[in-house]
C-alpha cells in the first residue's frame, strides 16, 4: 500500500491554490487564504484534506468577507470532510444509492465502468424503485 506522507504547509497553500485555479477557475482572496492557513491547514496537512477543502472553499467569492462562521463551515480533519462529503451526496441522491453505490465500488477489485455500475444498480430492486418513484417520465 502507497501512503502520501502530509504535506508542509507552503505545499498546502499550493496545492490548494493549483486545484482551485485549475479545476474550478477560481481564486481565493489573500485573507481567505491565511484564514485557511491559520485553521484548517495548520492542523491537518494530508494532500486529501486539501483536496477535500478545494471542492468546500470552490463557491467562495473573492468579495465573501472572512467571518468565523464561514471559516468554521470547512471541515477541519479528513474525517469531518467525508462525512460533509457523504452527508451531500446523500442529502442529493439518498441513503440507500449512496450506500450501494459505494459498496459496489469497493468490491470491485479492479474498479467498474459506469456501464457495469448502472448496469449493477439496476438489478438492485430498492436501488430502481426509488428512482422509478422520481423519474419523470416514470421508468415502469
Known sequence: ?????????????????ALLAGRYGRKLSKDQLHALSDGVLASDTSPMLVHLL????????SADVIEPWLVDSVPTTLDAGLECLLTGLERCYGAGLVARTL???TLAELGLTDAELDD?????????????????????
Do not use: E, I, N
Open 1 to 17: 500500500m502507497f501512503q502520501v506522507p502530509p504535506l508542509g504547509g507552503a505545499d498546502c497553500q499550493s496545492l490548494l491554490v
Open 54 to 61: 478545494g471542492s468546500f472553499v470552490r463557491h467562495w467569492t
Open 103 to 105: 459498496g459496489l465500488m
Open 120 to 140: 449493477a444498480l439496476s438489478l438492485d430492486d430498492a436501488v430502481f424503485d426509488a428512482l422509478a418513484s422520481t423519474a419523470k417520465p416514470t421508468l415502469r
